[in-house]
């Protein structure tokens, strides 16, 4: 069963950091792109960033471009999301999402709530 | 950026009857692999997204199949059938085919 399980949300200051994470299980994780999208309380979707196989390939939203870095490691099976100077309107539930092919994502996490706020 | 526009974004429809939501995008979302990367999510309150349909008409295991996809170009509608309880949810249409990826503001389906 494919399982994708995020961690790392929190309530943070502006211009804090926070490390999202994002365990996968029941498939080969190297054998996907993953994303991040996130949706703000009660309002729609955004997609935040894309990552490839190999991680050699990156994109993102431009109002994350330069302050969020996504990364992952297939040894272990995890995605991360580093988003440095957060800005209120960052404040969102998180979700980990895989790309069972081109231009699309199948399975989405629960999601991981982020905060910004003084 | 690719902007997709639902239609209706509020949706009452009365339970056993057909509903029809549309998506337009700003620019065609044909890939120049001739593929159109057009998906459509369900949402139902308090639950992650869960995809419907991929590539504009292609159905997900192990969803109904009163939930149909059409479209092509700059136009697309998601097709329910026959409307039941469970189907009550927001709706999102999303293209895949230009970066950044982008979604529909959704279209909430109610029961009248």
């Known amino acids: 069963e494919v399982q994708l399980v995020e961690s790392g949300g929190g309530l943070v200051q502006p211009g804090g950091s926070l490390r999202l994470s994002c365990a996968a299980s029941?498939?080969?994780?190297?054998?996907?792109?993953m994303s991040w999208v996130r949706q703000s309380p009660g309002k729609g979707l955004e997609w935040v960033a894309n990552?490839?196989?190999?991680?050699?390939?990156?994109y993102y939203v431009d109002s994350v471009k330069g302050r969020f870095t996504l990364s992952r490691d297939n040894a272990k099976n995890s995605l991360y999301l580093q988003m440095n100077s957060l800005r209120a309107e960052d404040t969102a539930v998180y979700y980990c999402?895989?790309?069972?092919?081109?231009?699309?994502?199948?399975?989405w996490g629960q999601g991981t709530l982020v905060t910004v706020s003084s | 950026d690719v902007v997709m526009t639902q239609s209706p974004l509020s949706l009452p429809v009365t339970l056993g009857q057909p509903a029809s939501i549309s998506c337009r995008s700003s620019q065609s979302l044909v890939y120049s692999d001739g593929n159109t990367y057009l998906s459509w999510f369900q949402q139902r309150p308090g639950q992650s997204p869960r995809r419907l349909i991929y590539k504009v008409s292609n159905r997900d295991s192990g969803v109904p199949d009163r939930f149909s996809g059409s479209g092509s170009g700059t136009d697309f509608t998601l097709k329910l059938s026959r409307v039941e309880a469970e189907d009550v949810a927001v709706y999102y249409c999303m293209q895949g085919t230009h970066w950044p990826w982008t979604f529909g503001q959704g279209t909430k389906v109610e029961i009248k």
């Open positions: 999402a895989r790309g069972d092919q081109k231009g699309t994502t199948d399975y």
């Open positions: 029941g498939f080969t994780f190297s054998s996907y792109r």
């Open positions: 990552i490839k196989q190999d991680g050699s390939e990156k």
